[in-house]
């Protein structure tokens, strides 16, 4: 299950802190891409916490990640079925293994693996958390997408997330013009160099040289995140993804777009505890269409306009 040409489409799904619902997410959007006929793969990367595979009905999976990192069989050998049409599942590794644990040639492999696999979409589930491992496989994706609750705790864990991957690409960025200390160095000496928040920081290191402020524009204009809030309950609820939108323009200079917003449904709950796909068997829950309204966004990139008006009426 290997192609050379660059055909598939990376999806990388992430969030702050855990309990934000972000595997039901991922594994409802690869619910949504296959029914509507793409082929795919989904991918659970949250090392030491894997759990995706519930979500799809399936108790003792016959392969995981324990065997590309422990035994070096390939990813292509390792896929299961998910029991949906077009979905192949790559479940987490079971064992002991766990991020920190991952050598950087491991991580490397895995990342020339995940991006030779034949699919039309690559999904992959991370673990909460800014881990290292976690911050580079989440910029492997095309499409970066984080979820959250309208929660102070999971809001504040999800923007300092944002904030780590953005500064994890800087340093990237940097490093390739040999200024990696730079910006360590600028971060960690802020009063001095009159750096107030993370926006002046950017400003300062497009100052460095003109080649890096060009440079630095082409390469920031595609890094945009996908902003998902799970568990609604009010009307109010859905402008926190409008505010997290505006806050990451504000204080990073980052684009942000607001892919959409899905209502907390008992009935949620209720499936994942019986271990049954919901986009399958819940069909009749708002739910449904507000998954099927978040792939639509981040397949066209085009941010969603909500109001509490809207929210009220059952319609965006």
Known sequence: MY????????WAVAGGKGGTGKSF???SIATQLALKGRR??????????ANLHSFFGISRPKHSLSEFFEERIPLSQIIVHSGISNMGLITGALGSLDSESISYTQKQKLFRQIRSLEADYILIDLGAGSHINTLDTFLLADKMIVVTVPEVTAIENLYQFIKSVYFRKLKFFLGSFGLKDMLQDAWKNKAAYGIRNFANLLD???????????AFEKEMSTF???IILNQVRKSTDILVGENLKSVCLKLLGLTAVYAGY????????KYINRKEPFMIHCRLSPVIREIEDITEHIMSGKTAIFSARSY???RY
């Open 224 to 226: 945009v995140v996908y």
């Open 3 to 10: 192609h050379t040409d660059k055909s598939c489409e990376i």
């Open 312 to 314: 009220e009426h059952g």
């Open 262 to 269: 899905a209502d907390y449904d008992e009935e949620v709950q």
């Open 204 to 214: 300062h290191v497009k100052k460095s040289s003109p080649d890096v402020h060009v």
């Open 40 to 49: 795919l793969v989904i991918i659970d990367a949250d090392f030491g916490g």
């Open 25 to 27: 997410i991922t594994s």
